[in-house]
């Protein structure tokens, strides 16, 4: 079953930092492993990737650098700073709530259609 | 998104703190996610077109992208340059159009003053040589006295400018001979510091202006004029209820050969005075055409009577009461709004009444009495300026 793509857009932010937080990545690398994390279930449009990993960048929560590629081209490395890890906590914590509610709220299976 | 925040992302938009990427940045990074999903795909066994043409297919708009991100990074900056463009251009066409409304007001006005005075057959400044004998009734020379030549223009009133119209003063003495250089059309007009005697308008000549002076005033105390004497000079009671007035139109076309229109109207008759379509070409920009009747008879003290601001010399309506002149004169004034000068001319235009005209014996008489004394220092022009007739 796909996502919904509203979820999807309200935790992209928190799902990149999460992905690059272990490790500096670039934007198709970091595609890749989304993918892969997800069992395919994220069926993100690669170019929407872009804007919100420039948005956390331009927000302090990322930062980059370019390194030069094999093939002569350059690539830019995306990793987290401090104050994106202060946030990916924040946000861990958020949805660990949000989870235990919504488990609360949706997680009873008695209920029959009228 | 807190206030503070707001505030620290506007700074940052206008002073950046860190440098934003470039286009050919951006264009690297997504080239280079372009090329590793392309090759991935060629890994898989496509060829390297097929690879490519599915490479963009996944990523989407490249083009599309490229913009979202360079608009993210720059659009505040240049947002805020266009604002501040913006701003610039107006104010510089604020500028502009100020400089060249100030220009074309002063030159306009001067242009349709002098066409106008041309129609009318009024043009250069003459010299009028003037001697001043001061003296009471009985013919004593009076001294200690100051006096004023006005070349009196239209201005005055309702226009009231001063400060351009005192020439010269005298002190201390009981005669003075002078000349005075103004415009044909003015009038001149001799005053005392604070009363009003009209010389009205002379050809070159020696003239004599005689003041009664009361004791009491040689004290040093300023005094107040009471404008009886032009009441006393001609005979007319000074009461309110005079008006008994009829109405009746008179319509005056102007730039059609001569304008010496001689009107005989009945005594206490309030007439409207029609300026109809002119064929006199004048530019008149932005300016008010005012047209101005102003009672008057022999050197006796003036009296704007009516005006009324005509937006374009097309036509125009003044209303005039004649109370108790023998003569009204028609003027016609320009009057720019954004310099506040106005220049106006007299239109050889009368109105005679039916009333006989004052004899004029005997000399003109002022009668002054003592009245509220001026501030410590003030100069007889402002102090003439607060006894000014209404």
Known sequence: MAIDVDWLRGSLQTILLQVIAPQASYGYEISKRLRQRSAGLLDLNEGSLYPALHKLEQDGLLTSHWEPTPDGRRRKYYAITPAGLRQLEQKREQWKTYRTVMEGLLGDSDVQPA | ?390
Request: proline residues 8%; charged residues 20%; hydrophobic residues 45%.
């Open chain 2, 1 to 390: 998104m807190s206030s503070l925040r707001k505030h620290r992302d506007l700074l940052a938009g206008v002073w950046p703190t860190a440098t934003p990427p470039s286009r050919e940045e951006i264009r690297d990074e997504l080239e280079d996610h372009l090329a590793c999903s392309a090759a991935e795909f060629a890994a898989a066994g496509l060829s390297p077109a097929q690879a490519e043409e599915k490479a963009r297919a996944a990523f989407g708009s490249v083009e599309a992208v490229a913009r979202q991100l360079y608009w993210l990074h720059h659009g505040r900056r240049i947002m805020l340059q266009r604002i501040i463009l913006g701003g610039l251009v107006g104010v510089c066409a604020i500028l502009a159009v100020a400089v060249f409304v100030t220009y074309r007001q002063s030159s306009a006005t001067a242009g349709a003053v002098a066409t106008l005075q041309t129609a009318v057959g009024q043009g250069a400044q003459v010299d009028v040589p003037v001697r001043i004998v001061l003296t009471a009734a009985d013919g004593t020379p009076v001294a200690n006295r100051e006096v004023y030549l006005w070349p009196r223009r239209i201005e005055e009133p309702p226009f009231v400018l001063p400060h351009e119209s005192r020439l010269w003063a005298v002190q201390d003495r009981y005669e003075q001979q002078t000349q005075v250089t103004m415009p044909a059309a003015y009038e001149l007009l001799v005053t005392d510091a604070d009363g009003v005697v009209n010389l009205g308008r002379r050809p070159p000549g020696t003239y004599t202006a005689a003041v009664a002076l009361e004791p009491e005033l040689l004290a040093g105390h300023w005094v107040d004029t009471e404008i009886l004497a032009r009441m006393r000079h001609h005979k007319y009671p000074l009461a309110p209820s005079w008006i008994g007035y009829e109405l009746r139109t008179i319509d005056v076309q102007l730039g059609r050969g001569p304008l010496e229109l001689p009107f005989h109207l009945p005594s206490l008759e309030r007439t409207t005075v029609r300026l109809l379509a002119g064929t006199i070409d004048a530019d008149l920009g932005n300016n008010s055409l005012w047209l101005a009747i102003r009672g008057t008879s022999d050197d006796t003290v003036v009296w704007l009577r009516g005006f009324v601001n005509v937006p374009s010399f097309t036509a125009g309506v003044a209303q005039v009461d004649l109370p108790f002149y023998a003569r009204a004169t028609l003027y016609m004034a320009y009057f720019d709004w954004w310099t506040s000068h106005a220049e106006g001319i007299k239109l050889p235009v009368t109105f005679q009444t039916d009333v006989p005209p004052p004899t004029g014996e005997g000399p003109l008489e002022i009668r002054l009495k003592a009245g509220i004394p001026p501030p410590p220092g003030a100069s007889p022009r402002a102090r003439a300026a607060t006894t000014r007739p209404s």
